[in-house]
């Protein structure tokens, strides 16, 4: 069963889209289902993280794509065009930063939690994931 148009006030989209083949029906779709300035809250991985920096000019396949469709990640983005494609379909962006430059694991003392904050800040294009906060810019027509 379909969703009702303009029923919700905030979409969080995880961790998703990179999964999706076809991502313009998806945001589409979650325009039409969200009300009109309503949020979309959106996390993928970065194609353009640091790790990836040294792993392609060193002839290394990017982390996080597939040659094959055992994640099944079909898409990967940076974040420009992240903010590009929310764009062309009515969404105007309200915040978007990186997430994660110093790895997880390193993430042991206050002190490293704070220094890998400021740097995903300064450099949210190295980082290995993004989030973007987004605003459905115009009324829904169906």
Known sequence: MPLDTSSFDIISVLEIIEHVIDTDTFLREIHR????H???VITTHNICMLKNRFRVPLGLYPYGMEYKNIIHHVRLYNLDTLKTHLKEHNFSIVSAEGMNLVPQNFLLSRWVIKFSEALAKAFPNL??????????QDTNES
Do not use: E, I, T
């Open 33 to 36: 289902v969200l009300k009109p």
């Open 38 to 40: 309503g949020h979309l």
């Open 127 to 136: 980082c290995s994931n993004l989030l973007v906060v987004a605003k459905n």
